[in-house]
């Protein structure tokens, strides 16, 4: 038995009224539904939960890793640097931080296209506690025996370390 157009719609009425619902400009928002909070629509629990809510998906934090230790950084590096993310993911994730206000996006009006990420204040702002976090992911890894794809990346600066295609070759030998 097939429902009528009005059954449908009633129940799909009656289910988003039964939510709270937050409005920002044209966009409308189901809090807890796995959807991000564009500018905190609902009022973030605590400050651990804002900070956290910045830097949540999967690849976010270590595109701002890669864009804090190689400095500036165009699209296919990144994607290069991050082998199991999809180019649309890539790119979605670079677009929430740009929102954000941790990544600027340069783009160049040649031909082939040029696009180049960087960091911007509140970007590096983020820097020690990525650090921090990279340095307690070794230990953690150290502890029960086990090692990354690339052994880790130096955490020293662009210009004074060896090229990720090499730390990578030297791993796998």
């Not at 130096?154 to 090229?163: I, L, T, V």
Request: proline share 6%.
């Amino acid at each position: 038995m097939r429902a009528s157009k009005s059954t449908v719609r009633k129940s799909v009425v009656s289910c988003t009224n039964t939510l709270p619902r937050y409005t920002l400009g044209q966009y409308s928002l189901f809090p807890y539904r796995g959807v991000k909070h564009a500018q905190y629509d609902a009022v973030p629990a605590c400050s651990m939960e804002a900070a956290l809510n910045l830097i949540n998906g999967r690849w976010k934090g270590v595109i701002l890793f890669h864009l804090m230790t190689d400095g500036t950084t165009r699209f296919n590096e990144l994607q290069r640097r991050l082998p199991g993310c999809t180019p649309r993911l890539l790119s979605k994730q670079l677009r929430e931080l740009e929102d954000d206000g941790f990544v600027h996006r340069e783009v160049y009006a040649v031909v082939p296209p040029k696009v180049e990420y960087s960091l911007t204040e509140e970007g590096r702002s983020i820097g020690p506690i990525l650090l921090d976090l990279c340095s307690w992911g070794r230990d953690w890894l150290k502890r029960r025996g086990l090692t990354t794809l690339a052994n880790d990346v130096d955490e020293r600066p662009a210009n004074q370390r060896r090229p990720h295609s090499e730390t990578l070759r030297r791993s796998a030998a």
